[in-house]
C-alpha cells in the first residue's frame, strides 16, 4: 500500500511537472546556423558593392584637401592685403598643418606652398596614403584665384 502511495505521489508530480513544461511557451529565434547565413550574404554583398564605392570613398577623402587648400588661400590673401606680398611659408601666414597619419595624426595630407612669385602663389596638398592602393597618391593645389585643382587623381 505504501508503495503504491509513493508511487501515486510520484505519478501526479510527475503530471504537475509535465503542465508547467506545457504551459512555458517558446521564445522564437534565430538558430546558429540561419545567422550565419544571413551573414554571409550580407559579405558577399559588400565585396561585390566596395569597388564601386572606392571613387566616393575617395572623393570624400579629397574634402580635407579642398578645405584646407582654401583656409591657406584665404590666410594667404589677407596676408598680401596687410604686406603686399604672398608668403613662402605656412607658419608665417599662421596656419598650422594638422598632423599626419604618418605622424601619429589624422590628416591624409601633406601641405606646402610651393610657388611665390609677385602677385602669385601655388599652394600644394599631397596624399600620405594611398587611397584606393594602386600606387598613386591623390594630389591637389590652389593658386591666388582660390580654387584647387585637382593635378594627379588617385
Not at 75 to 86: A, D, E, P, V, W
Amino acid at each position: 500500500m505504501c508503495f503504491l502511495f509513493e508511487y501515486l505521489k510520484l505519478f501526479h508530480t510527475f503530471n504537475v511537472m509535465k503542465k508547467i513544461i506545457r504551459s512555458i511557451k517558446k521564445i522564437k529565434a534565430f538558430t546558429l546556423n540561419e545567422m550565419l547565413f544571413v551573414l554571409a550574404v550580407i559579405g558577399i554583398l559588400l565585396l561585390l558593392a566596395y569597388p564601386n564605392l572606392m571613387p566616393i570613398i575617395t572623393k570624400t577623402k579629397a574634402q580635407e584637401a579642398k578645405i584646407q587648400l582654401k583656409y591657406i588661400s584665404n590666410l594667404q590673401t589677407q596676408f598680401f592685403y596687410i604686406n603686399s606680398r604672398y608668403s613662402n611659408e605656412l607658419d608665417e601666414i599662421d596656419f598650422l598643418a594638422p598632423l599626419t597619419q604618418k605622424d601619429g595624426g589624422t590628416s591624409l595630407y601633406n601641405y606646402e606652398i610651393i610657388e611665390v612669385s609677385g602677385n602669385t602663389f601655388k599652394a600644394r596638398a599631397q596624399a600620405v596614403v594611398d587611397f584606393d592602393g594602386d600606387g598613386t597618391y591623390n594630389v591637389w593645389e590652389i593658386d591666388q584665384k582660390g580654387k584647387p585643382v585637382e593635378v594627379e587623381k588617385d
